[in-house]
């Protein structure tokens, strides 16, 4: 039954009785990419990700950062001493490759062209979908010049390790890309690869990525010896992947702080300069907003910024200038939020810029002194609260008993302050509307969340500055 | 029902959709739904029943492996042309994506270390950039901590970060070593008084 549906797919054996059957080839580019096991006829295994395999009447596959994971009973040159870059396994010693979790194309994988498509390129081959073809099954599937690379550009890391010899193996490889190279330029090739007819761009490579293929399996048939020239184009993109894991100094810096924070930019004067690392955790007061005493969240964002004082009318409401520089990120408090929002139950929370610092007690010592926090222009009192309730007190949240986090987390400085000087204080019992009172002393139990939630808070009374956004 | 030696195999036997119990001369033996026969590479596909969902164990077997094989019924084909479609693009990128973290676990596992060393690393990662320098732990590029792998062995940086480490470490061998062992109370001993005179230079700090 299997067989009759297979119609299309027989085709090619009798044109073309070198090629794999279009299942076998289907199959393996299914598990391209995948983590495999691989039996060798000595008995051991190999596991690796499936990188290619020889599509040629020899099955010869090739993994990527392979493991010996069982001992065989021969010996071979692979040893099980570590990762091998790439492992040519060849046809002869191949006995079985066993993937796990794959998703055949029947069960839903998603694709680029159509059953219908599909059909019509099985039965009708034209040059340009046999070019298309031709580029998609190469591709991805005996993609030599990566070998290549990966052997020119850092030998001293990758090697190219083949099970006993490769010249075998390489040679097919050579011979397998001059005939796709035929039958890309011939129309009456044999091939009928219309599985794996991709879109339109792809075709456009053929060319060079036959090229290309052709000059790299022909190093690989020399082992390493040729090739020089793919590295010039090889070079950027190796190079780029070996600095990308690097750390720039200042992501490293902040990386040390986020693990260490007093050991590298904390001080309780800030008259020391700052780092941008530094500077990122200090209580920014915008010197622009002379007066905002009520606090408000937008439902949207979840945080705002403000900056507090108390000789002002609990009623005026006004946003600072730095909401709008913030709105992007909108994670930025820069106050302790009061004012009229004496009812409100919810803490308002900091959102994501936070760095979470751990808690480490000999940086941050729960009865640390009063702290003056400024920048040159500018002061901020901050009450000798831990810096734990510097983040907690932000929230303005009804005192409330909630477990102390296991870390801190700083306000951010951010933008300029460039201004008149204006100390801002914010002594303990800061405004209150009312009923109920918002203080931020240290001794009391300012608690948060175990994880930082924003949620939008209520703000009690109309506002004209809000409108209708908020 | 069918049982032949492996140079007497009929690929016609093998055909599309059968379910087969096969034994390998390497001693394997498995249960697959043939996906594909392949003559010019002998390969047989299979499809292996799993669990209910898409995914599946796939085995590419070389059919001169098989030494025996039992019929055990018939099935649908478990390929439709119609629906036979890849997306290269993904295809790529999931090799892609598989080499890196192909590579970054590699980084993580020590050359010639020991189980304990590993272990360490391990639990240092957790909160820590590390890396291996051959067989000495590098903790935030600054802090190195060589064998035997004991608090007394951690190195360098700021004394905030030695400490913090030498913590990290304690706790660890605090948390392994079983206290009941006679052999280790020595050292669980001296751990504790360690984190103890830690904790007590931290709370006076």
């Known amino acids: 039954m299997g067989c009759r549906n297979r119609d299309s797919f027989t085709e090619d054996h009798t044109c073309s009785s070198s090629s794999l059957s279009d299942a076998l080839l289907l199959t393996t580019m299914c598990i391209v990419g995948l983590p495999v096991d691989v039996h060798v006829k000595d008995g051991s295994v190999y596991s690796g990700i499936f990188h290619t395999a020889s599509v040629h009447a020899d099955y010869g596959i090739v993994l990527k950062k392979a493991r010996m994971t069982k001992k065989g009973k021969g010996n071979t040159n692979v040893g099980n001493e570590g990762l091998v870059d790439t492992l040519v396994i060849l046809s002869g010693d191949l006995v079985q490759v066993v993937a796990k979790g794959v998703m055949l194309p029947a069960d839903g994988v998603g694709g680029n062209i159509t059953g219908d498509d599909e059909e019509a390129v099985a039965h009708s081959v034209c040059s340009e979908s046999k070019t298309c073809e031709v580029e998609n099954h190469t591709g991805p599937l005996m993609d030599a010049k990566q070998i290549n690379q990966s052997s020119f550009d850092s030998p001293q890391d990758e090697k190219i390790q083949s099970l006993n010899s490769s010249h075998e193996a390489d040679t097919c490889l050579g011979q397998e890309v001059a005939v796709e190279h035929e039958s890309t330029d011939s129309t009456s090739s044999p091939f009928d690869n219309g599985l794996f007819c991709n879109n339109a761009p792809a075709s456009v490579k053929t060319d060079d990525r036959c090229s290309e293929r052709s000059t790299s399996a022909e190093s690989v048939s020399t082992n390493s010896t040729h090739g020089v020239d793919l590295i010039s184009e090889s070079q950027p993109a190796r190079s780029a992947e070996i600095s990308a894991p690097r750390v720039t100094d200042s992501s490293r810096n902040a990386k040390e702080f986020k693990l260490n924070p007093a050991a590298k930019t904390f001080s309780p004067s800030f008259t020391n300069p700052m780092s941008a690392t530094s500077a990122a955790n200090m209580v920014y007061i915008p010197n622009s907003s002379p007066v905002v005493p009520v606090a408000s969240i937008q439902p949207e964002v979840g945080f705002n910024t403000f900056a507090s004082r108390p000789s002002v009318p609990v009623k005026v409401a006004q946003y600072n200038n730095l909401t709008v520089g913030n709105g992007g990120s909108g994670s930025q408090f820069s106050q302790p939020i009061v004012g009229h929002v004496a009812h409100r139950t919810q803490p308002l929370r900091y959102a994501t810029h936070y760095t979470p610092v751990l808690s480490e007690t000999a940086y941050l010592p729960p009865s640390s002194p009063a702290v003056m926090v400024g920048r040159s222009p500018q002061l901020v009192y901050v009450q000798p609260v831990s810096h734990d309730l510097i983040h907690g007190a932000t929230a303005v949240a009804p005192v409330s008993a909630r477990p102390l986090l296991n870390h801190v987390q700083f306000p951010k400085q951010q933008g300029g302050t460039i201004g008149p000087a204006m100390p801002v204080c914010v002594p303990p019992p800061v405004l209150t509307s009312g009923h109920q009172p918002f203080a931020l002393q240290s001794h009391i139990p300012l608690l948060q969340p175990g994880f930082p939630v924003t949620r939008p808070i209520s703000v009690p009374g109309p506002n004209g500055f809000y409108g209708t956004k908020f | ?205």
Not at chain 2, 61 to 89: E, R, S, V
Not at chain 2, 106 to 112: P, S
């Open chain 2, 1 to 205: 029902m069918a049982t032949e030696g492996a140079n007497n195999i009929n690929p016609d036997d093998l055909a599309v959709g059968c379910m087969l119990s096969i034994r390998t001369t390497l001693g394997d033996e498995f249960e697959g739904h043939v996906v594909t026969f392949d003559r010019p590479s002998n390969i047989l596909v299979l499809q292996e029943p799993s669990k209910p969902g898409p995914r599946r164990n796939i085995r590419l077997l070389k059919a001169n492996y098989i030494k025996d094989f039992t019929f055990l019924g018939h099935a649908q084909d478990p390929l439709d042309p119609n629906t036979c479609f890849l997306d290269l693009t993904a295809l790529q990128a999931r090799e892609h994506v598989a080499v890196r973290q192909a590579e970054a676990d590699a980084e993580r596992i020590g050359v010639g270390v020991t189980s304990e060393a590993q272990s360490i690393f391990d639990a240092l990662s957790k909160t820590l950039p590390v890396r291996w320098d051959k067989t000495v732990i590098v903790v935030m590029n600054e802090v190195r901590v060589s064998s035997p792998y004991h608090p007394e062995s951690v190195f360098g940086g700021t004394p905030a970060a030695n400490d913090r480490v030498k913590k990290v470490v304690i706790i660890f061998l605090l948390l392994c070593y079983d206290a009941s062992k006679c052999l280790y109370l020595w050292h669980v001993k001296y751990h504790i008084d360690c984190y103890s005179s830690m904790c007590t230079r931290v709370a006076c700090a």
